[in-house]
């Protein structure tokens, strides 16, 4: 079956648009997440989903970042207001359950001018 | 600090040596998980251990842990230059989940 997708795979915007990120899960799993991974960093958790519904949303950055997960399935994240410190590796998974393997998307990669 | 840390940062090794990175965590986990990312691909999961496990193996792959003192390691075994990449220890505390800064391992044919 086909694995977690993302799109756009790149994406470059000014600063000060609003951006609309998409992802995939594998069909069938409950748990999705968002990270985001700039340049030779490691990952940073943003959010989870379990189901339609995230139930801590502490780890967005700021009030501009927000997502949505629709269906069970699909889940977008969205950047308003865009920042040049945005710019990363949007990086999304999904699981069959929250805690268990997570299978890793393409990634969006983001520039922020 | 961050939940997840990784030791060594960079590893350089011949191909056929074994590769030790570990893993240190500081909250109670339900489990484990190493990941891989090699340079320009994505993330790839290698093994999941649970609270209640010791060990578990995985191929050339062996995974050790210690709820005790909060650690992990991970070791491949018989190295080749493919398994060049950057290693991450994930764990989850709560409603998040954490992946550490990885360990970068350089397999020299």
């Known amino acids: 079956g086909a694995g977690v997708s993302q799109s756009p795979s790149n994406k470059v915007t000014e600063k000060g648009k609003d951006v609309e990120l998409r992802c995939d899960p594998i069909?069938?799993?409950?748990?999705l997440y968002w990270y985001r991974q700039s340049l030779g960093q490691g990952l940073e958790f943003l959010i989870y989903?379990?189901?339609?519904?995230?139930?801590?949303k502490s780890g967005l950055p700021s009030d501009r970042f927000s997502a949505e997960r629709t269906g069970g399935s699909v889940s977008t994240l969205t950047i308003q207001r865009t920042q040049q410190e945005d710019s990363a590796v949007y990086l999304c998974?999904?699981?069959?359950?929250?805690?268990?393997?997570?299978?890793f998307g393409p990634g969006t990669r983001l520039l922020v001018l | 600090s961050q939940q997840g840390e990784e030791d060594p940062q960079a590893l350089s090794i011949q191909e056929g040596e074994n590769a030790t990175m570990n893993c240190s965590y500081k909250?109670?986990?339900?489990?484990l998980q190493w990941y891989r990312q090699n340079s320009g691909r994505g993330l790839v999961h290698l093994i999941l251990?649970?609270?209640?496990?010791r060990e578990k193996h995985s191929g050339r792959l062996r995974v050790t842990l210690d709820t005790s003192k909060k650690s992990s390691s991970l070791l491949i075994t018989a190295s080749r230059a493919a398994d060049t990449a950057s290693y991450f220890c994930?764990?989850?505390?709560?409603?998040?989940?954490?992946f550490g800064t990885g360990t970068s391992l350089t397999v020299i044919p």
């Open positions: 994930a764990t989850d505390t709560g409603n998040q989940f954490y």
């Open positions: 989903f379990q189901g339609n519904s995230a139930p801590d």
């Open positions: 251990i649970r609270s209640n496990e």
């Open positions: 069909s069938g799993h409950t748990a």
């Open positions: 998974a999904s699981s069959w359950e929250w805690r268990e393997t997570q299978y």
């Open positions: 909250t109670s986990i339900n489990n």
